[in-house]
């Protein structure tokens, strides 16, 4: 992308391979020009920046004052929502540390993790910054993840490759469904973002085409605490995200909402609702004779979206 660009500040960052017919990065860096770096303090209406759609705030050349001048206007633009990113979240600890950088609630940090050999060593730099909200980029997803403990992180993003027609690289959806079925047992939200050049059924076509949909579904979910930030600054996120609450925010309902399993009980039904909800939740599934009463107490609302819950869990094979 950058190689198409006629920017000033994108030159020398790419070059033509000629022998493979492709665009390579040259590693060089360079900064942005000041009315692009400052345009933040300038825009008064709630914006999400996504700070490095085409750069690395830790690249290995990129200078302490740079990083610490954008830190300042991440942290005095409150009312923005900034999205750092990066393959070195193992510099971004380390620079996070040296330089004193504050992570506001308005900042987010995630890292990229393409591959399974990434992501151990990526996640343990990543949850050492105390960022309020951290986040993984599984884009371009080129391999299963089975090492990834998404209960551990706040929200997962996946999409496929988009790159150069002959270079670029297919997502199984095998693997989008492996991610998918453990984040619903983490309860970690989860966005497929695209399929990028390869649609799910393995066919190449431009990136629109193939869309982003999986068996038919669309799944835009967003952690509570960014959904919420963005309603109170005034930026509604878009009717199609879903508010993914933490497991420790949930009402008992909502618990049940989550578990989508369902309750098997015999013996007496003696306690309050609330410890009905509590027994269930400590897996206590021998203690009461109404196997229907927790499906009661749920809300016709909570109740659709249970619904919801157990189509997905039935997508994915498991038992409901």
């Known amino acids: 992308m950058a190689h198409r660009f006629n920017h000033t500040h994108y030159q020398g960052l790419t070059a033509i391979n000629t022998v493979e017919a492709r665009v390579d990065w040259t590693g060089f860096l360079n900064t942005a020009p000041p009315h692009i770096f400052n345009k933040p303090e300038s825009v008064k209406k709630p914006t999400v920046w996504f700070v490095n759609s085409m750069s690395d705030m830790f690249h290995e050349d990129a200078r302490d ?3 610490i001048a954008a830190f300042k206007i991440m942290n005095e633009c409150k ?13 971004m600890a380390l620079k996070t540390s040296e330089l004193g950088l504050k992570w506001t609630a308005n900042i987010w940090a995630g890292t990229s993790i393409e591959e399974d ?11 050492k910054v105390p960022a309020k909200l951290r986040f993984v980029s599984a884009e371009p997803l080129l391999g299963p ?10 929200w997962l993003i996946v999409g496929g490759e988009s790159g150069q027609e002959n270079t670029v690289r297919a997502m199984d959806p095998s693997w989008v469904r492996d991610l998918l079925k453990r984040c619903r047992a983490g309860r970690t939200p989860f966005f497929l973002k695209q399929w990028g ?10 990136k629109g085409e193939n869309g982003h ?18 309603r109170a600054n005034g930026r509604a996120p878009d009717p199609r995200w879903t ?40 897996g206590d599934k021998d203690t009461y004779e109404n ?13 659709e979206r249970l619904e919801t819950e157990a189509r997905w869990e039935a997508l994915l094979g498991r038992e409901v």
């Not at 050049?197 to 431009?206: H, L, P």
């Not at 107490?297 to 909570?302: A, G, I, N, P």
């Open 65 to 67: 004052d740079d990083i």
């Open 213 to 230: 949909l999986l068996d038919g579904v669309e799944i835009f979910e967003m952690p509570a605490d960014a959904y919420d930030r963005l």
């Open 291 to 303: 196997p229907q009463r927790l499906r009661k107490l749920v809300s016709e609302t909570d109740r």
């Open 197 to 206: 050049k390869f649609g799910e059924d393995g066919k190449k076509r431009s």
């Open 243 to 282: 508010r993914i609450p933490k497991r420790a925010m949930l009402t008992p309902a909502e618990r049940l909402e989550a578990s989508a399993v369902p309750y098997v009980a015999k013996g007496k039904a003696t306690a309050s609702d609330e410890d009905y909800f509590e027994s269930y939740l400590r």
């Open 79 to 91: 009312h923005h929502t900034f999205q750092v990113l990066t393959k070195r979240p193992s510099r």
């Open 117 to 127: 050999k990434y992501t151990k060593p990526r996640v343990r730099e990543l949850l």
């Open 145 to 154: 993840l089975p090492s990834l403990e998404v209960e551990k992180l706040d």
